[in-house]
């Protein structure tokens, strides 16, 4: 195998079941390594405000430039290999197509937007797509040889999940349900980008997993009609998980404190 064989994954790679080998394992290891040595190193009460708040900056942002170089990489790769140079296959090939590329470039304007309703949203999307990665890998752990786009889907949806996890527990995502509007905007513009995607781009057949006879629909055996609406409950049920979180101090009743007062008025009664 060539170096350039590798670089532009040309190179013969037969098909393997690596989900949960040995590789696989290691990965998700190393990921929760990283997320718990981060979060117990940098992590304090103060947030953005408190003692490691340069330490947590420096963190995430050198994180993210992996993740940069890795998206700049694989383009940059794939153009360079490219002989077709129509419009449809340059955007196919420029811009992120899968909620799990979606997802990488918004925890990449994260940190540019530094704003925390971008820091949830992003944490948001982009924990979901590594849980599915790792819960049930379709690609990266899926070949012989590790050739570069095998590196890519692994060290991407890994840094996609340590990435997102950090962000809550350094503090910069703040999940409450007040202001939760803005998220919410932000989660309809991907929906409607996945739509242009799928129907005015043409270049990616299902983004968000959300179209008939797709790969999870024929996983669970639903019709098109149940998909759906077990899709909608389950994204709702999700992304209101993180806000019942971080929002309990609000929503659960306040414990009632012992009246002292009246204690008091008794006492002074009986003397």
């Known amino acids: 195998m060539t170096f350039k064989e590798w670089i532009t994954s040309s190179y013969s ?14 990965t998700l290891v190393g990921c929760i390594a990283i997320i718990v040595t981060l979060a117990l190193c940098l992590r304090d009460k103060k947030g953005e405000e408190g003692k490691h708040a340069k330490g947590r900056k420096i963190a995430i942002w050198v994180l993210v430039g992996i993740l940069i170089c890795f998206e700049l990489a694989r383009r940059i790769i794939n153009l360079s290999i490219n002989t077709d140079w129509s419009f449809t ?28 309703f971008f820091y949830n949203y992003a944490s948001i999307t982009a924990l979901l797509c590594s849980l599915i990665f790792f819960a049930c890998p379709g690609v990266g752990f899926n070949n012989v040889y590790i050739l570069f786009e095998n590196l890519y889907s692994i060290c991407t949806h890994a ?14 995502a703040d999940f409450k349900y007040k202001g939760c509007w803005k998220e919410a ?22 983004p968000l997993y959300f179209m008939p006879n ?15 609406a077990v899709y909608i409950i389950f994204v709702l049920l999700y992304i209101n998980v993180f806000y019942l979180i971080g929002d309990r101090k609000r ?5 009632k404190q012992p009246a002292i007062e009246n204690k008091d008025a008794s006492l002074n009664s009986n003397l």
């Open 13 to 26: 790679n037969p098909p393997v079941n690596g989900r949960w080998g040995l590789l696989h394992i290691l």
């Open 89 to 116: 296959r340059i955007l196919h090939l420029i811009l992120p197509r899968p909620w799990c590329a979606i997802a990488s470039f918004s925890l990449i304007a994260c940190v540019f937007v530094r704003k925390k």
């Open 159 to 172: 840094l996609l999940l340590i990435i997102s996890i950090s962000l809550i527990t350094l503090k910069f």
């Open 185 to 206: 905007i932000c989660l309809v513009c991907v929906y409607i980008y996945a739509i242009l995607e799928i129907f005015v781009l043409k270049i990616e057949g299902d």
């Open 214 to 228: 797709g790969d999870i629909q024929e996983i669970l055996g639903l019709g098109s009609g149940a998909y759906l």
């Open 251 to 255: 929503l659960l009743p306040k414990k």
